[in-house]
């Protein structure tokens, strides 16, 4: 549908002949990065800061730029798509659920054969896991814990699917981009996110496990589901040393 002025309209779901997705994940992934930087300089900048027992709070305030992520999408969808339910298909389904856990499975038996071949050629040393890493000095305080955990396993799935699965994908897909090559790129966009070299490859195939219940089911809840699988280890690791 076009405007009087032949314009796209926002029902058609594009805005500046692109397609809003892709708006709003050069937006939501720009705002990430810039939080990241700008945490990351106050903490380099006053070390002291992140002394026990005040670890728990600040390294809860580093996820916020992740935590952010979701914002875009649903923001974007309400204002030029048809609403994050219809666009996304966020709410869980029995089929989701069935899909988006043996998607999971399969991304963590990827993660675990390519993390030993990893740790074969880097050593097992640059192979740790940072989230556990950073996490080892809160473990004489459990409740920062659980929320630590919590967010690792039902935060950050839900924010990270909405935009990559969701707004990302739905772009790609209404520019014809042919389905393999969306759950490619998204795999792709999903290891550099996470800014983890050495484990790039395992977070390549950790994706495209992820974005492969998306795929089947049409719908971001199952990669939801897939994502939280997928995160459930290292945050029960986060309680090795409580």
């Given amino acids: 549908m076009e405007r009087e002025d032949g314009a796209p309209s926002a029902r058609d779901g594009l805005v500046l002949g692109a397609h809003w997705g892709l708006l709003v994940f050069f937006a939501?992934?720009?705002?990430?990065?810039?939080?990241?930087?700008?945490?990351?300089?106050?903490?380099?900048?006053?070390?002291?800061?992140?002394?026990?027992?005040?670890?728990?709070?600040?390294?809860?305030?580093?996820?916020?730029?992740?935590?952010?992520?979701?914002?875009?999408?649903?923001?974007?969808?309400r204002r030029w798509g048809r609403g994050p339910r219809a666009d996304f298909g966020p709410v869980l389904t029995g089929r989701d659920?069935?899909?988006?856990?043996?998607?999971?499975?399969?991304?963590?038996?990827?993660a675990y054969l390519l993390?030993?071949?990893?740790?074969?050629?880097?050593?097992?040393?640059?192979?740790?896991?940072?989230?556990?890493?950073?996490?080892?000095?809160?473990t004489s305080h459990v409740g920062w814990l659980v929320v630590a955990a919590v967010v690792l396993v039902v935060g950050a799935p839900l924010t990270e699917e909405l935009?990559?699965?969701?707004?990302?994908?739905?772009?790609?897909?209404?520019?014809?981009?042919?389905?393999?090559?969306?759950?490619?790129?998204?795999?792709?966009?999903?290891a550099q996110v996470h800014a983890d070299p050495t484990r790039t490859p395992a977070l390549i195939a950790q994706g495209v496990a992820i974005g492969a219940a998306?795929?089947?089911?049409?719908?971001?809840?199952?990669?939801?589901?897939?994502?939280?699988?997928?995160?459930?280890?290292?945050?029960?690791?986060?309680?090795?040393g409580s």
Avoid: K, Q
């Fill in 28 to 77: 939501s992934y720009g705002t990430y990065y810039a939080l990241s930087l700008l945490l990351s300089g106050l903490a380099v900048g006053r070390p002291g800061a992140l002394n026990l027992p005040d670890l728990g709070p600040v390294i809860l305030l580093a996820f916020l730029p992740n935590l952010l992520l979701g914002i875009g999408p649903v923001l974007g969808s």
């Fill in 97 to 110: 659920l069935r899909i988006g856990l043996a998607c999971g499975g399969f991304s963590l038996l990827a």
């Fill in 115 to 138: 993390g030993l071949l990893l740790i074969r050629v880097y050593g097992r040393e640059r192979m740790s896991d940072p989230v556990t890493d950073v996490f080892t000095g809160l």
């Fill in 163 to 190: 935009l990559f699965r969701g707004a990302l994908w739905n772009a790609l897909a209404h520019h014809r981009i042919p389905p393999w090559a969306v759950l490619v790129l998204t795999a792709l966009v999903f």
């Fill in 214 to 240: 998306r795929m089947i089911t049409g719908r971001v809840g199952a990669s939801v589901v897939a994502h939280a699988v997928n995160n459930l280890p290292p945050a029960l690791l986060l309680f090795g």
